[in-house]
């Protein structure tokens, strides 16, 4: 396992990307369904968010960016206390002690894009629920063709951009930056935006209906 590294108290962190060209492929988007389920119980849910922050950030500058340590630290709920012991700082921590993240130097930070799947020493450390769900997708995968699986990923990926507030171009865009067919990218972006537009239109009519609300 790689040493954990002891973090400066320092206000700014330089992250950069750790590629590769395994993990790049078969990973999952740390904001993922797959990482919310299971990665969660093994990093701790602060790293967790630290990483989902770090992958958004990546979206609008991929060659990396300088991260205001402060500010992130109260964008998810902690205190802005950056010292060597802070929950926050020991989030960096744990990222380089899953191999999830690398130092490079005193103030650089190596991060990966994609979350590898879990390893059997890792599945161990879950709930026996959690331990027979992932069984079960691992199964449901091996059983369905490769093209239904890119094409489920990618509605998957594009319908949580459109939650994140990414439009549909946008969205399109992202799933070709992540190597999906342009063909692909198109009908699984168009696919998340009628499901997200149905959503809203849903919970808007739903609000109307309430006791005391306005009709339409």
Same mark, same amino acid.
């Given at each position: 396992?790689?040493?954990?590294?002891?973090?400066?108290?320092?206000?700014?962190?330089?992250?950069?990307?750790?590629?590769?060209?395994?993990?790049?492929?078969?990973?999952?988007?740390?904001?993922?369904?797959?990482?919310?389920?299971?990665?969660?119980?093994?990093?701790?849910?602060?790293?967790?968010?630290?990483?989902?922050?770090?992958?958004?950030?990546?979206?609008?500058?991929?060659?990396?960016?300088?991260?205001?340590?402060?500010?992130?630290? @109260?964008?998810?709920?902690?205190?802005?206390?950056?010292?060597?012991?802070?929950?926050?700082?020991?989030?960096?921590?744990?990222?380089?002690?899953?191999? +999830?993240?690398?130092?490079?130097?005193?103030?650089?930070?190596?991060?990966?894009?994609?979350?590898?799947?879990?390893? @059997?020493?890792?599945?161990?450390?879950?709930?026996?629920?959690?331990?027979?769900?992932?069984?079960?997708?691992?199964?449901?995968?091996?059983?369905?063709?490769?093209?239904?699986?890119?094409?489920?990923?990618?509605?998957? +990926?594009?319908?949580? +951009?459109?939650?994140?507030?990414?439009?549909?171009?946008?969205?399109?865009?992202?799933?070709?930056?992540?190597?999906?067919?342009?063909?692909?990218?198109?009908?699984?972006?168009?696919?998340?935006?009628?499901?997200?537009?149905?959503?809203?239109?849903?919970?808007?009519?739903?609000?109307?209906?309430?006791?005391?609300?306005?009709?339409?």
């Amino acid at each position: 396992m790689t040493p954990v590294p002891d973090l400066p108290p320092v206000t700014t962190l330089t992250i950069r990307p750790w590629p590769d060209s395994v993990i790049d492929v078969v990973g999952h988007d740390p904001r993922s369904a797959y990482v919310e389920t299971y990665w969660v119980g093994v990093l701790g849910p602060t790293a967790a968010w630290v990483l989902r922050r770090i992958a958004t950030a990546f979206d609008a500058q991929p060659d990396g960016f300088v991260l205001d340590l402060p500010e992130t630290a @109260r964008s998810i709920g902690l205190s802005e206390n950056c010292g060597r012991s802070s929950p926050f700082t020991r989030s960096f921590a744990r990222l380089v002690q899953f191999d +999830l993240a690398q130092p490079l130097g005193e103030r650089i930070l190596a991060v990966r894009r994609k979350v590898p799947p879990l390893t @059997r020493r890792q599945l161990l450390r879950l709930p026996a629920s959690l331990q027979a769900s992932h069984q079960e997708m691992q199964e449901h995968d091996l059983r369905t063709p490769n093209v239904e699986h890119l094409r489920r990923r990618a509605r998957q +990926l594009a319908l949580s +951009l459109l939650e994140l507030g990414e439009d549909l171009e946008a969205g399109e865009r992202q799933l070709l930056r992540w190597n999906f067919h342009p063909a692909l990218a198109r009908e699984a972006a168009a696919w998340a935006w009628e499901r997200h537009c149905s959503a809203r239109t849903e919970e808007s009519t739903h609000l109307e209906v309430l006791p005391g609300g306005d009709a339409a």
